[in-house]
């Protein structure tokens, strides 16, 4: 692949998080900066989905995760050869471009096996041992490609098939001899300007007859060869390199090694360390879903560092970011969240400001650097600032939200407070979702120095129907808690009416005490007037969490 800079958001993204990563992508590209792909490290979320889909917005790309994958180290671009190709092209390949492997492949670009040259040698010199004459499997037209030969006769015979290589050279009676030996097989005579053999060798039907050294055979031979329709070629090498040559023209399936699996560019690097290291030539074939090569992986490519970097956006936390994150180096931050636990090799551009969305801090260096939104990005950007302010109700939101919000709906015609009531009535609806994905779609984990804890969010237009599925929801809450190791696992559930939350959670024992908010039911507390998860919430949350450390 080539150089790659992700831009990705939070695990679980929001619209917020989504759409400031195709942004500042989209950004980065018109400023010439090719190698920026948006990516996303979850699903998108109703809300999300719904928004791209109205823009007519490409999905950015998804990865389950960052762990080192095949893809990240594969270099850009490789040469295969069909399979009905002479081994004589694909070994000039080989050694043009100094490489020690090459896939085989069939008409549809599908990996059939390995050429390399430790497979390749064994099986030349099965054909050329000296103890038996040298069989080959090959066709005419491979023959007459590989030699660059002039074809006297036949013009196109592509039929495969398996054949003895006679050199005559001898009297005309001993090659007798040695042909009526071999009646059974289909030959292949090597000659020189013998008009005598060449004669013979056209009365008795060889299956192929080669002459050396571009000797030009009679008017007569050439027409005896037409009439008995026996192909006839002329090679400009001599006896020896045309006899090499013609060892050279089987098909490169034939000299492939068919026991090297291929890997998929999706497999991760531990998975095929292994294989690599069992490969003769160290190296690996890469392929898609459908089978088709898309490129080659060596050891020495593993020695390296990934070709991919990484833009993170609205989060700065290794706890919210993609797994794996710390084994690529971390080129930007931006992000208007508090400052985290995230460390990077090399200085790096880190722009974090106090404002409701990320978006709004995308949409400003549009501004800044004097580059035209197009309307698309700038449609989304008005979307995942509505989106993660609450349409600019949200504590979180201040006059530069604001102020951009109503010049991205001065560009794109688009109403502020008809399209955030849109945008929230998307993501608001439960309906058959499972709470297993309500609770997933925008889930934060936090850390302090003793404890973890983690805080999702949705926003609703009334309360009704998750307060009649709560148990369901607890006991979600319940295996989330437990799956992080957590003190306590919280939803908390944004009433865009009212513009108020209650508090779902699951938790310790021994924290439940210590949470002192109004209290609606069992497990459930009401918080007039919280609607910022960032601002408002896990301030609270964190004086629980002192008091209860002590």
């Known amino acids: ?160 098939f398996k054949g003895l290589v006679l050199v005559a050279d001898d009297s005309l009676e001993t090659f007798k001899k040695i042909f009526e030996s071999h009646l059974s097989e289909k030959v292949i005579v090597v000659t020189g300007d013998r008009t005598d053999i060449q004669d013979y060798c056209i009365e008795n039907g060889v299956r192929a007859l080669v002459i050396v050294s571009s000797l030009v055979p009679t008017k007569e031979i050439i027409a005896k060869a037409e009439k008995k329709k026996i192909p006839m070629l002329l090679s400009s090498y001599d006896t020896s390199s045309t006899v090499l040559l013609t060892t050279y023209s089987s098909p490169v399936a034939i000299m492939a090694d068919t026991d090297v699996p291929a890997v998929h560019k999706n497999d991760s690097v531990k998975k095929i360390r292994p294989i690599l290291h069992a490969s003769p030539s160290r190296s690996l074939t890469v392929v898609d879903d459908d089978n088709k090569v898309v490129g080659m992986i060596t050891e020495n490519d593993l020695l390296h560092d990934a070709l991919v970097e990484i833009a993170l956006v609205d989060h700065n936390e290794v706890s919210q970011a993609a797994e794996g994150i710390e084994h690529y180096t971390i080129r930007e931050i931006i992000d208007h969240h508090r400052i985290g636990t995230v460390t990077t090799r090399t200085p790096i551009t880190f722009i974090n400001k106090p404002v409701g969305s990320t978006s709004t ?104 129907e998750l307060l009649a599925r709560k148990q369901e929801f607890l006991d979600e809450l319940e295996i989330t808690r437990r799956s992080h190791g957590a003190l306590f696992a919280a939803l908390l559930v944004t009433d865009i009416a009212r513009l108020s939350s209650l508090m779902l959670v699951s938790a310790d024992k021994r924290f439940l005490p210590y949470i002192t908010f109004p209290k609606q039911e069992d497990n459930v507390y009401f918080l007039k007037d919280v609607m910022s998860r960032k601002k408002q919430l896990i301030p609270l949350l964190s004086e629980l969490i002192e008091r209860y450390n002590g």
């Open 1 to 160: 692949m080539k150089q790659t800079v992700y831009v990705i958001g939070h695990r679980n993204p929001d619209t917020d998080s989504v759409v400031a990563a195709i942004a500042y992508a989209r950004l980065k590209n018109l400023q010439g900066h090719a190698e920026y792909v948006a990516a996303r490290a979850g699903h998108l979320s109703p809300q999300t989905d719904y928004i791209l889909k109205r823009f007519n917005v490409p999905k950015s790309q998804y990865f389950h995760d960052l762990q080192p994958r095949v893809e990240f180290y594969m270099p850009e671009g490789t040469e295969t050869v069909l399979e009905d190709k002479s081994v004589w092209s694909a070994v000039e390949k080989l050694q043009k471009n100094g490489w020690h492997s090459m896939p085989v492949v069939d008409g549809e670009g599908r990996y059939k096996a390995l050429l390399h040259y430790s497979g390749f040698a064994k099986n030349i010199l099965d054909i050329l041992n000296p103890e038996r004459q040298t069989a080959i499997t090959t066709s005419v037209e491979l023959i007459r490609e590989t030699l660059d030969a002039q074809p006297l006769c036949v013009r196109d015979d592509r039929e495969v």
């Open 361 to 464: 801090i995308v949409a400003n260096l549009y501004r800044e650097n004097h580059v035209s939104i197009p309307l698309e990005i700038a449609q989304v950007l008005l979307c995942g600032i509505l989106s993660d302010t609450l349409i600019l109700h949200s504590a979180t939101t201040t006059d530069i939200d604001r102020e951009t919000a109503d010049y991205l709906s001065s560009i794109t015609g688009l109403d502020v407070q008809t399209l955030g009531q849109d945008v929230l009535n998307a993501g608001s609806h439960i309906g058959a979702r499972s709470a297993a994905d309500v609770i997933k779609q925008d889930k934060k984990e936090y850390r302090d120095e003793r404890n973890v804890y983690t805080v999702s969010q949705i926003e609703v237009d009334g309360t009704d």
